[in-house]
């Protein structure tokens, strides 16, 4: 039963890493390669879920509603970047969190005014709500896996797109030198316009992808952006490879925290003292990791090559 | 500088004018003050209770004592300080004959001063912290709701009569949750296999995979859960998602209402049907006065009252009661205290009392949830598990 529930706990730490990398990818996108503090990336997670769950209750399929909310949250974060990031990417990082501080604040209302204060449940077919029996005696929910997949294939299609296309290339060369790429003949406004809505479709699928487990509701976005920052923090600034196993280490230590603190604390000091600072410490936990880590290696676990 | 001094002074003595002919017209009506949540995401609890406090004054043709009444809504925003201002603005610019209200347990120990050093009565609709009940009761504070540590000490009783054996216990990691936990264990007979105190706050942890995990491997017969507000449908779709169901049966507290329900309704949740929970009161009772109360809400609403909305309801009938029994003449405190400590009139939980520390000494049912005939997810009685009873801290109460 012991090795079971650590192989189950394994699988949850997994699926919490791979929603942290969606949301952690964008913002590397947007942080690391084009320098640009986006405090907003929450919001857009937000905005996908709520676009998601409106979705669903029209066409009646969650997975329709999917596939139609990644684009329209993508085209959020095109109109965002070209109506008010544009013109803050010369500005210095004061600047950035200030403006994206506001953003939140607008979108928040906005999202307010339309959907109401109250959170949206996003039903899902049968078939997701149910479980698989991965081995004898491991059942695990559906959904989860699923999260598991989509967030591995995302993984995998960004790889490919940032190390082995035009376009990747395009992108890491406009990071390392903005001016230079223009001058050949790049048009590199555009360029930046379509990472900042590629971010923004990875947060907007995090979110619809997390709404079926909680719900759409105001504010989800920014009760996650700060470990989203942890993980690109660990990871290594800018660094995409950093922030998958940053995500997926994060996402690990959390649930391994919370599974079995207690009762390793159980080992070393009374019940009682281990069920109140159990929970108080796994909060922690990946904090403590961060400022391990920043005071051993502060430049992150995978920093870019290319700096 | 003299002049301006002159001027404020002057000024002020006509603002306390003014003020002061406001109350002389506050004799011909009597004034109700109830403070509750209309903004936030709490939002809807407020609304419930708003509802039912107007559909209270309509069976009444909104006149107690022969007088009119005069009702000022106000919002506490979700916070102590915006409650207590609210509070001060209803005593003292209002200067309202009762406050009543409060959901938040917070909200009320931060405002309960400002009414009770004004001498004026304080109505708690919800709220009920074990201080208000014990060391801090007053004679001027009334409770139509319970204290906080009953319901959960009913669960655990249901618990003990339902053969549940061993437990596994999940909570906010906060005041509330830790009472409600220490509630249950204080009654619960079985062994309590494993704990999870979780994340609560601005950042509270809503993803519940890595407890549920723990919760099925513990061999558990049954999960007790406090998981308030919206909280409780995340809770709910995991414990769904995770098909718990059969193995391990949902026991909560505070966690699934009449307001809750037709969200979950909406989702899908199929394994919330049939999980048990206890309460004061349910939509079903069969008490004249609930009857109604149930049939013209749902009527003008469309949904089940909650208890949050029953509680309000409860709270202005029994202002009416105390009004009704000085005939009007709202300067007889004396008079109307004592026809409040009588709990003379028709709550909709039915005939209850009041302990010493004027907290009701009521009944507690188990209840579960089901599909009533037109398909609506509601509860329904099941038993009585605690009767008339009375909260621990009387005993700490001097009156």
């Not at chain 1, 986006?38 to 709520?50: D, I, K, P, Q, S």
């Not at chain 2, 309202?96 to 609709?125: C, E, N, T």
């Not at chain 2, 009252?305 to 309000?312: L, T």
């Amino acid at each position: 039963m012991e090795t079971s529930i650590l192989f189950i706990q394994l699988l949850n730490g997994l699926q919490l890493g791979i929603l942290l990398f969606l949301l952690s990818a964008g913002l590397t996108l947007t942080f690391g390669i084009m320098d640009f503090v986006n405090l907003a990336h929450g919001a857009l997670y937000m905005l996908g879920a709520f676009f998601c769950a409106t979705l669903t209750l029209y066409t009646g399929s969650f997975l329709l509603a999917v596939i139609l909310a990644i684009p329209l949250t993508a085209l959020a974060g095109f109109i965002l970047e070209k109506l008010v990031v544009q013109h803050l990417y010369q500005r210095d990082h004061l600047d950035h969190v200030l403006a994206t501080f506001g953003l939140i604040l607008c979108i928040d209302t906005i999202v307010h005014s339309i959907w109401g204060p109250e959170g949206i449940a996003i039903p899902l077919p049968e078939f997701l709500n149910s479980q698989v029996e991965l081995l004898p005696g491991i059942v695990f929910p559906t959904f989860r896996l699923l999260i598991i997949a989509i967030g591995l294939a995302a993984a995998a299609g960004l790889y490919v797109m940032v190390n082995h296309t035009r376009v990747g290339m395009l992108i890491r060369a406009g990071a390392s030198n903005r001016t230079m790429v223009g001058a050949l003949g790049i048009d590199i406004s555009t360029l930046f316009s379509g990472v900042f809505a590629l971010g923004a479709a990875l947060a907007g699928l995090a979110g619809m992808l997390i709404a079926p487990i909680t719900e759409a509701s105001i504010g989800m976005g920014s009760d996650i952006i700060i470990t989203t920052f942890v993980v690109i923090i660990i990871g290594g600034v800018g660094s995409m490879k950093g922030a998958f196993l940053a995500a997926l280490l994060i996402g690990l230590i959390d649930t391994f925290g919370r599974s079995f603190l207690d009762d390793l604390f159980k080992l070393i000091m009374s019940g009682e003292a281990a069920e109140t600072a159990a929970p108080a410490v796994s909060a922690m936990l990946i904090y403590i990791l961060m400022a391990v880590i920043l005071a051993f290696r502060p430049q992150g676990l995978f920093p870019p090559l290319t700096r | 500088m003299n002049k301006l001094r002159t001027a404020v002074t002057v000024a002020a003595a006509i603002g306390s004018m003014a003020i002061g002919s406001q109350t002389l017209h506050a004799a011909d009506q009597v004034k109700i003050g109830f403070i509750t949540t209309l903004t936030t995401g709490a939002a809807s609890i407020g609304k419930d209770q708003e509802n039912a406090v107007n559909l209270a004054l309509e069976h009444i043709d909104n006149k107690m004592g022969g007088k009119p009444v005069e009702l000022i809504m106000a919002d506490d925003g979700f916070k102590p300080e915006v409650g207590k201002q609210a509070t001060d603005k209803l005593v003292k610019q209002d200067d309202v004959d009762f406050v009543a209200g409060y959901i938040w347990s917070h909200v009320l120990l931060a405002s309960r001063k400002s009414v009770l050093d004004a001498g004026k009565f304080l109505i708690s609709a919800n709220a009920g912290p074990s201080p208000v009940a014990g060391k801090l009761c007053h004679e001027n504070f009334f409770s139509t709701s319970w204290q906080n540590d009953q319901t959960p000490m009913a669960m655990g009783e249901t618990l003990n009569k339902k053969g549940v054996k061993s437990l596994y216990v999940m909570a906010p990691n906060y005041a509330a949750g830790k009472d409600m936990v220490a509630g249950v264990e204080r009654t619960f007979k079985g062994e309590i296999v494993g704990k999870d105190l979780t994340k609560w706050g601005k950042d509270a942890q809503l993803d519940f995979s890595a407890e549920l995990a723990k919760a099925k491997a513990s061999g558990a017969e049954g999960i007790f859960v406090f998981y308030p507000g919206k909280a409780a449908g995340a809770f709910i779709k995991q414990y769904e998602q995770a098909g718990l169901k059969d193995s391990l049966p949902l026991y909560t507290v505070f966690t699934i209402d009449s307001l809750s329900l037709p969200k979950l309704k909406e989702g899908g949740m199929k394994s919330v049907l049939g999980s048990s929970m206890t309460q004061f009161w349910s939509p079903d009772l069969d008490v004249p006065a609930n009857k109604k109360f149930v049939a013209d809400f749902r009527e003008k609403h469309g949904t089940y009252p909650s208890f949050y909305a029953a509680q309000a309801y409860d709270s202005i009938m029994l202002i009416k009661s105390a009004v009704d029994a000085v005939d009007g003449n709202l300067d007889d405190m004396d008079a109307m205290r004592a026809a409040m400590k009588k709990a003379d009139f028709p709550s909709v939980r039915g005939e209850f009392s009041y302990g010493n520390n004027h907290m009701p000494i009521q009944n507690f049912y188990s209840r579960t949830v089901v599909e009533d005939a037109d398909g609506n997810w509601t509860t329904e009685i099941d038993q009585v598990v605690l009767e008339n009873h009375q909260d621990v801290y009387a005993a700490d109460c001097s009156l």
